[in-house]
């Protein structure tokens, strides 16, 4: 009895088990072999027939003399680039509109409702309708800017060139940062009312209230946030593929995009593999240093 008991919770936790290792062990352990061979269409039929490659994918990858190492080391650049504006613009975001709808007014419930409608779409379909908003001639952001405000006397092109970076980081924090406030209005829920209460009453302003009541609280919640906020945009696929199309340009080649097309284009998916494995290697060291980080500036009673 004492060892069904003992038992219990491991057989409730094997079938998660099971799917994980399913889901993503095998596959990445498939990539990782794949990262060793000489993969390309001639093997595609019969991948245990490619040629080994040691190292060599890897060193073409990190190779910044080359072209395939210079267009990867841009596109890591374009990356964090829009991970950083996401990830800090999100959260200011966030966390200024859970502030605000903290007080009871009439409306506040439809707010928090609108709020949310960009997390609760489905990114095809928001990535598309932003798409056909940002076309030269026929979107309605020039022609908001452009017939209506007169910022510019040119219709610019938003899904090609350099404006293509500005166009991308639009959509991702659009649709980014309601998580961040819906996460950050459920942890203030939990900060007592009166603490900003008697902070008034001693003479805090709404700023000071902020630094030294909101954001002490907020702490462990924006730990999570802004990890996931991070990895969600680094690893994001779906809106570059979605909004540009297979060929994304320069300025908004993500590196989970550059790999798709290193592997699926090119058909050079030992290259592809080993670049995976290194964006895999670089979040895990980032998250883990991040995590010591800040589990070391949390006051030891939190």
Same mark, same amino acid.
């Given at each position: 009895?004492?060892?069904?008991?003992?038992?219990?919770?491991?057989?409730?936790?094997?079938?998660?088990?099971?799917?994980?290792?399913?889901?993503?062990?095998?596959?990445? *352990?498939? !990539? =990782?072999?794949?990262?060793?061979?000489?993969?390309?269409?001639?093997?595609?039929?019969?991948?245990?027939? &490619?040629? !080994?490659?040691?190292?060599?994918?890897?060193?073409?990858?990190?190779?910044?003399? /080359?072209?395939? #190492?210079?267009?990867?080391?841009?596109?890591?650049?374009?990356?964090? &680039? +829009?991970?950083?504006?996401? *990830?800090?613009?999100?959260?200011?975001?966030?966390?200024?509109?859970? +502030?605000?709808?903290?007080?009871?007014?009439?409306?506040?419930? =439809?707010?928090?409702? *609108?709020?949310?409608?960009?997390?609760?779409?489905?990114?095809?379909?928001?990535?598309?309708?932003?798409?056909?908003?940002?076309?030269? %001639?026929?979107?309605?952001?020039?022609?908001?800017?452009?017939?209506?405000?007169?910022?510019? #006397?040119?219709?610019?092109?938003?899904? +090609? !060139?350099?404006?293509?970076?500005?166009?991308? =980081?639009?959509?991702?924090?659009?649709?980014?940062?309601?998580?961040?406030?819906?996460?950050?209005? $459920?942890?203030?829920? /939990? *900060?007592?009312?009166?603490?900003?209460?008697?902070?008034?009453?001693?003479? $805090?302003?709404?700023?000071?209230?902020?630094?030294?009541?909101?954001?002490?609280?907020?702490?462990?919640?924006?730990?999570?946030?802004?990890?996931?906020?991070?990895?969600?945009?680094?690893?994001?696929?779906?809106?570059?593929?979605?909004?540009? !199309?297979?060929?994304?340009?320069?300025? #908004? %080649?993500?590196?989970?995009?550059?790999?798709?097309?290193?592997?699926?284009?090119?058909?050079?998916?030992? &290259?592809? $593999?080993?670049?995976?494995?290194?964006?895999?290697?670089?979040?895990?060291?980032?998250?883990?240093?991040?995590?010591?980080?800040?589990?070391?500036?949390?006051?030891?009673?939190?």
């Amino acid at each position: 009895m004492v060892l069904r008991r003992r038992a219990l919770p491991y057989l409730l936790l094997l079938p998660a088990v099971l799917a994980e290792l399913v889901v993503h062990l095998v596959p990445m *352990v498939t !990539g =990782l072999w794949m990262s060793f061979k000489e993969l390309t269409l001639l093997y595609i039929r019969n991948w245990s027939e &490619a040629p !080994g490659a040691g190292l060599d994918n890897y060193k073409v990858a990190v190779d910044v003399n /080359g072209a395939i #190492g210079q267009d990867l080391l841009r596109s890591f650049g374009v990356t964090v &680039a +829009i991970t950083v504006l996401t *990830v800090g613009l999100s959260w200011v975001m966030g966390v200024g509109a859970a +502030i605000l709808l903290q007080e009871k007014f009439r409306g506040r419930g =439809l707010l928090r409702a *609108v709020f949310l409608v960009p997390y609760a779409l489905p990114v095809y379909a928001s990535v598309i309708t932003w798409s056909f908003l940002l076309q030269r %001639d026929t979107g309605l952001v020039n022609h908001v800017l452009v017939d209506q405000l007169g910022v510019t #006397g040119d219709r610019p092109f938003w899904l +090609i !060139g350099d404006n293509s970076f500005w166009a991308l =980081l639009t959509v991702i924090v659009w649709k980014s940062w309601p998580f961040a406030f819906l996460v950050l209005m $459920a942890g203030l829920q /939990g *900060v007592d009312r009166e603490m900003y209460e008697a902070a008034a009453i001693d003479g $805090a302003g709404m700023w000071r209230q902020i630094r030294h009541i909101t954001l002490p609280a907020l702490r462990p919640i924006n730990q999570v946030v802004v990890l996931v906020l991070f990895l969600w945009t680094f690893n994001d696929f779906n809106t570059p593929f979605v909004l540009f !199309g297979k060929a994304a340009p320069p300025a #908004g %080649d993500l590196v989970s995009v550059h790999i798709y097309q290193s592997s699926f284009v090119t058909w050079n998916f030992g &290259a592809g $593999a080993a670049m995976s494995v290194l964006l895999l290697l670089f979040l895990l060291v980032v998250t883990v240093l991040y995590l010591i980080f800040t589990s070391r500036r949390r006051p030891a009673h939190a």
